[in-house]
Structures are given as C-alpha cells and as structure tokens.
C-alpha cells in the first residue's frame, strides 16, 4: 500500500538519507522517534507535501514520486491541525469532497455522519477561529477522512484531547478503520494508546535509520 | 506605564496632533478660500468640461484599480511563491514606477508608444492622448502598489494552507482561489483602495501621456492644473475639495469593507 | 474565483459607462453633431487656455458649422509642447507662447511656419490696490518687495525681459527673487494670492488673475512676443487645421483675442519675435 525506497529528503539543513518502508496491508502502523527525526518530513513525503530528492514513492502499487499532493489521494491530519480559519467547521469538513465535486446531498450525508461521530455537530456552523485546540484537532481528522480515502496519514493524532474523549475517539476510529479497511499510518510519541489494533512500528532513530519494531 | 513611557506617548501624540492638523488645516484653507466667492466656485462646477472631467476621473481611476489588482496580484503571487531565475529583477522593477518621478513614467510611456515600433500600432488604436492612455498611465502605477501590498500579504501568510488544500484534492489554482485569496482579503482591500487613489490623484504621467485636452483627457487633477493656469485659482481649489469627498466616500466605503471581513472572521467567539 | 471574477467585471463596466458618459461632450450649444465631425487637437501654451477655450468654442458653433470641426486643445507650457511634441509627434496645430517656440519645430520640417495671430508685452503685473512702485531698479533689484520671475529657460516672457534687460540682470532679478517660476501663470498666482508683491508677465495675464493688474514699463515699451499659429506635418487632418488656423487670423478671432488683452495688427510684425534687439 505505501512503499518507500531509498527516499532522500531535504528540508533546510535538515537531511534524511535512504528511507525505506513497506506498509503492505490495511490497518494501523505507528512511526515513532524522538522529537526532530524527521516522522513529519517521512509523512509529509509520503503526502507530496515534501519534495523528495532521490528514490521513490509507490501508493497502491503505482509509482507517484512526482505526483501532485492532490493525485495521491491521502487523507492528512497534521500534527497542528492547519484548518481553514476564513471558513466554518462545515466547509473545512466538506473542504475535500467539494474539491471532488461531489452531489451536494452526498455531501450533506457525509459531513453530518462524521460531525456525529466526532461529536461535532453543534459547531457547523462555527468559524473554526472559535474552536479548542481539540475541538480543532477533530475537526482537522474529520477533515482528513471526508473524502474516503483509503490511506490516511495522522500526525501526532489524539493528542490534545482530554483523556476521557481521546479514548473514546481512539475507539472510535479504531473501528472506523477496521470497517473501512483504511490503511494509516500514524506518526505517534504514546504508541501504547494504539497497542490493541497496530499492526506494523517503525522507529526512525537520531541518525536517520527507520527500522521495524 | 513608567514615566518614560508616559512621556513617549506623549511625544509622538504632539507629533500626531502637528501633523494630522496640518492635513486638517490644508482641507480648511481650501473651504476658506472658496467660502469667499461661492459663485464663481459653483460656477467651476457648473461647467461642462469640469463635470466630464469627475466622472471621467471616477472612470478612469475604477477601471485602473480593477486591473492593477489583477494584475499586480498575480505577479504578487508568482514572486512570493515561486523560485525563479531573474526574481530579484522582478522584484526591483516592480519598485520602479513607485520611486521613479512620475513625470518620468509619463515620458518614458510616451517615448514607448510614439518614438517605437509601437507608434504603427499607437496610429491605428489611438493610445497616446487618448483615454487609454490615462488609464496606461495610472494603471502602470496602481499595479506596483498592489503588488508592494499583496508581496507582504502573501509574504506573512504561510504556505502551509494552501499545500494542506492541495493534498485534500485542490489544484494549485483551486487553492489559491478557496484559501489564499479569500484569507488575502484584507490586504486586497487594503492594495485595491491604495491603487484607486494613486490613481485617482494621478497626475504626472497623465499629464505628459495622454496630454492635457479639455474635453477629453481632462481628469480631475488635470482640471486643477488648467485652471490654475487661466488664474482660477477659486475653481481650482473648489475641485480639490471635490476630490477630497469623492476619495472620502470611497476610502470610507473601503475601510468598512475591510472591517466588515474582521469582525466576521472573528466572529462567533466563545 | 468566481465571485471576484464578476466583481470586476461589474466594476469594469460601471467605469466604461463612466468614461463613456463623460467623453459624450454635453451640448454646449452646437447642434449640429450630427453625423462624424473631424476631430484637430491643438497644442497650446497653457497661458493662452482663457482666449483659445473662447476661440474654439465660437468656431466651433458657428464657423465650422457646415464643416463641423471639433478643436480639442492640449494645454502644456510652451517649451514642453514642443519638446514632447518632438517625441510624440502627433496633433495638428501648435500654437506656443512664442514664434520662437515653433522655430526648431520648423527647421526641423515638423510644422509649418507660423502665421502670426497676436502680440502680448511685457509689463509688471501687481495686486490691484498696489501702489506705483518706481523703476525696474527700485523694484526688483532693491530687495523691498518680494518677487515672482520667470525663468529666463522656461518662460518666453523670462527671454523677452532677458534680452532688454541683459542677461547678467536678469540672473540678478531671479537671485534676489522670493520664487522663480517655469510658467507666466504661476507668476500671475504668486502675486494673485498675495505670495508676493510683484512679478514680471504679460499685459494680458492680469486680465486673467481678478486681484492683479498690470503696470508698464518705460524701458520694455515697444518689445512683444508674437504668438503664431503653425500647422504640423503630423496632421492627418490638413484641411481642418488650415481651416482653424485661417478663423484665427479672421476678424472674428481678432474681435477676442482684442477682448482677453491681446494686440493684433493687421499689417506686418514690426519688432517680430522675442529675439529682436532694440
């Protein structure tokens, strides 16, 4: 499903030299590392939201190295949620599938089902501006699953929520991906909250060097 | 607050009170002037040409600003998003018709569209002299200042956004439309109202372009020229203080529509 | 996109009717615009905008009526008329504040020689309640007034005083000036508003500025500058310029150029241009 080889990336001085990872079934697969090795420039890279230097990235097979952000098909949380402030929780929420010119009424179906799920469906209406960091945080994941993806990339998901909603929503979207058959790949420093449904771990250490756990 | 800061605020307030008074002061020596023989000031107004000359200049100076925002926001755009060869130079030409004096602009646009090859093209479309060429010549100068405005604008505002709409499905220019424009509002307001009335006052480059021609290239500020010149001085000051309501109405209308988008995009706070 | 993409567009054709509504010349007065009227552009001395916005108008109406010529007139100071005109050469008739204006444009085959309309002369313009002020020494030499001069390189009335008065003078009035200035006008302003007591312009400007007059001087009696009317070579419209410029040598135009201060004389020039010495 997600195949990295040999993937060197540049950001600034930053350097990440031969990269290679093969997530080959659906389910849950956590990155972990410390703090500034590089997750959310692997993720990112994955997205097309880094440019890669050399190798290649192959999504459900295909190579798409050069492909735009948009081709690739990823649903993306990032770790600071980066929502559309100019626009309400609905329009963020539908942001994708308008950009996919869905019917309308599918729209509307869509957004209300993960309004629901996440426990949203108060702040439609609201400018995103107004919103807690882990009202934002939901609204950023629900954002990121509209459209359906079948691969979904989730930095640091969960963490700003309170104790009591992340493990409802862990649970939750836990079984969201078991249904769906989503394939995701979250880059995590609390990789225990995860321990019931991972099925890959894959550390990248301070020299750069990703292996699996 | 301390008592030295007490005192800087002090200061710049004395420097502030001087100087908007001055402004102040500038507005009222016109109204003064005029309030001496209100007749003959009607009587400017009364007259024909001075009548085509405000709605030509309303014209004139609408047309400008709409294109100089297309147009100077895009280049905006480029300069700040890309990287490309000769990007420095575009930005510094960019600076050219905002430091340059302006009679230069109006002798340069001459030079270029009569002493050329274009002067072939210039016979056939009338440019020069015509109102075309005001609208060249303030169209020159509002694009340098939207772009200056939108540059910052699009400068401040991160990337992150629009690459965040792109990996959601958008293309690059559907991006730019959903997210980088509508959050660029103040700014584009902001650069919209400074090209308008760069525009609007424009005089040099009008003067030397597209000539002095009562009638038909006579824009506001080329009225107050003339009259000056035939000794009216009265007539003169009486379109000045015309001109002062007329940028009045649209700034304000401006300036309401920039805090109309504040207060809605702050809007629903808890 | 959209949105702003039909926001301009309204605003594009708000500003065309704008502009076009104003390039409708209202009827002042001619009802006879029937049909295509052939359009000149004269270039004019700014100073010269009160009698030819006269002129043109009455030729408009009436001398032009079967015709139907429409004068629009381009308003500079005379040495950038002619200056731009080398540079944009276009237009149909020059008439500068000076024959001696129009003569590198002649030696240059850019227009025709001019034909002389009317002379003005150098004189000393004052606010109206000004009292007589004594000789050119006492004026504008002793440092008691304060003084408006045109410049000798801009302003054909600063070269017609130059060349009575010696050019070392000259340089002595423009040093001891309150302000010098590039147009006869802006001279006539300074002294119209009370910026300065005295200033040196033409006999028919004060006509034009209500707070001054004119005061002659013994010493310029007999100078003048002629103002002359020359077709272009750039004219695309020969017949219609000829046809203005013939109005402006008629009695007609003599009638007001008489009014607005201007001498006219029907036989030859007798001091010619500004050049002539004494």
């Not at chain 2, 699009?154 to 991006?175: K, V």
Request: aromatic share 6%; charged share 20%; hydrophobic share 45%.
């Amino acid at each position: 499903m997600i195949e990295l080889n040999k993937v060197n990336l540049r950001r600034g001085s930053f350097h990440l030299k031969n990269i290679s990872m093969e997530i080959d079934r659906s389910g849950m697969h956590l990155l972990t590392g410390e703090t500034g090795a590089g997750k959310t420039s692997i993720v990112e890279a994955i997205c097309g939201l880094q440019a890669v230097e050399s190798g290649t990235i192959d999504l459900r097979g295909a190579d798409v190295t050069h492909k735009d952000p948009a081709g690739r098909s990823i649903g993306y949380l990032p770790q600071d949620a980066v929502l559309f402030d100019h626009l309400t929780v609905r329009d963020n929420l539908q942001f994708s599938c308008q950009a996919r010119r869905w019917k309308s009424l599918r729209v509307r179906e869509r957004v209300d089902s993960l309004a629901h799920s996440l426990g949203l469906v108060n702040l439609l209406e609201r400018r995103t501006s107004s919103l807690s960091g882990g009202q934002k945080h939901l609204v950023a994941l629900g954002r990121a699953l509209a459209f359906e993806p079948d691969i979904v990339c989730l930095d640091e998901p969960f963490v700003t929520l309170d104790a009591q909603t992340r493990e409802a929503m862990i649970d939750w979207f836990s079984t969201y991906v078991r249904e769906n058959e989503l394939t995701v790949l979250a880059v995590t420093h609390q990789p225990q909250w995860f321990n019931a449904t991972a099925k890959t771990r894959w550390n990248i250490d301070g020299q750069g060097n990703v292996a699996k756990k | 607050m301390t008592h030295g800061d007490r005192n800087f605020i002090k200061v710049i307030s004395v420097v502030a009170a001087a100087y908007v008074g001055l402004l102040l002061a500038m507005v009222l020596a016109n109204v003064m002037l005029i309030t001496g023989d209100l007749a003959s000031a009607w009587g400017t107004l009364a007259r024909p040409e001075i009548q085509q000359a405000i709605l030509l200049s309303l014209g004139t100076s609408l047309l400008s600003a709409v294109l100089s925002i297309w147009i100077g926001t895009g280049i905006a755009y480029l300069v700040s998003r890309e990287r490309f060869p000769g990007q420095r130079l575009v930005d510094f030409l960019m600076d050219l018709p905002i430091f340059l004096p302006p009679l230069v602009i109006g002798i340069s646009l001459l030079i270029l569209f009569r002493r050329t090859p274009l002067a072939a093209l210039d016979d056939v479309l009338g440019v020069a002299f015509y109102v075309p060429a005001i609208v060249l010549a303030q169209t020159v100068v509002g694009v340098a200042f939207v772009y200056r405005t939108m540059k910052a604008t699009f400068d401040s505002m991160s990337t992150r956004q629009e690459r965040i709409a792109q990996s959601l499905g958008c293309s690059r220019f559907g991006a730019f439309c959903k997210i980088t424009l509508p959050q660029a509002r103040q700014g584009l307001v902001t650069a919209a109202a400074i090209a308008w009335a760069r525009s609007f006052g424009e005089f040099g480059p009008v003067l030397i372009f597209a000539g002095s021609i009562r009638g038909r290239t006579e824009v506001m500020p080329v009225s107050i020229y003339l009259e000056l010149n035939s000794g009216n001085l009265i007539g003169a000051a009486m379109i000045a203080l015309v001109m002062i309501a007329i940028a009045a109405v649209v700034l304000f209308v401006a300036r309401a529509a920039a805090d109309e988008q504040k207060i809605s995009q702050e809007g629903g706070e808890q | 996109m959209i949105r702003p993409a039909v926001t301009s567009l309204i605003l594009v054709a708000v500003a065309v009717a704008l502009i076009y509504r104003a390039g409708a010349p209202p009827s002042a007065g001619n009802g006879n615009s029937n049909g295509s009227p052939s359009t000149i552009t004269v270039l004019c001395a700014a100073g010269l905008s009160p009698v030819m916005g006269e002129l043109t108008d009455v030729f408009e109406s009436t001398a032009a009526e079967d015709s139907s010529i429409k004068i629009d007139v381009s308003y500079k100071g005379s040495a950038q008329l002619v200056a731009l005109h080398r540079v944009a050469q276009s237009g149909d008739l020059l008439a500068a504040a000076d024959t001696f204006y129009h003569q590198p444009l002649i030696d240059s085959g850019l227009c025709s020689p001019a034909d002389i309309v009317a002379y003005q002369t150098p004189c000393l313009i004052v606010a109206t309640d000004a009292a007589a002020t004594g000789s050119i020494d006492e004026t504008l030499l002793s440092g008691k007034f304060r003084t408006s001069i045109p410049k000798r390189g801009h302003a054909a009335i600063g070269r017609l005083v130059a060349s009575i008065e010696g050019t070392e003078k000259y340089n002595s009035f423009s040093r001891l000036a309150t302000v010098t200035r590039e147009t006869v006008s802006q001279v006539a302003g300074d002294v119209d508003q009370g910026v300065v007591d005295i200033g040196i312009a033409w006999n028919t400007t004060s006509l034009q500025f209500e707070n001054t007059k004119s005061l002659t001087v013994d010493a310029w009696q007999g100078y003048r500058s002629s103002i002359g009317v020359s077709v272009l070579s750039s004219s695309k419209n020969v017949a219609a310029a000829e046809a203005f410029k013939e109005f402006l040598g008629g009695q007609r135009a003599k009638g007001i150029l008489k009014k607005h201060g201007y001498l006219v004389s029907d036989g030859p020039g007798h001091q010619g241009s500004v050049e002539a010495q004494p």
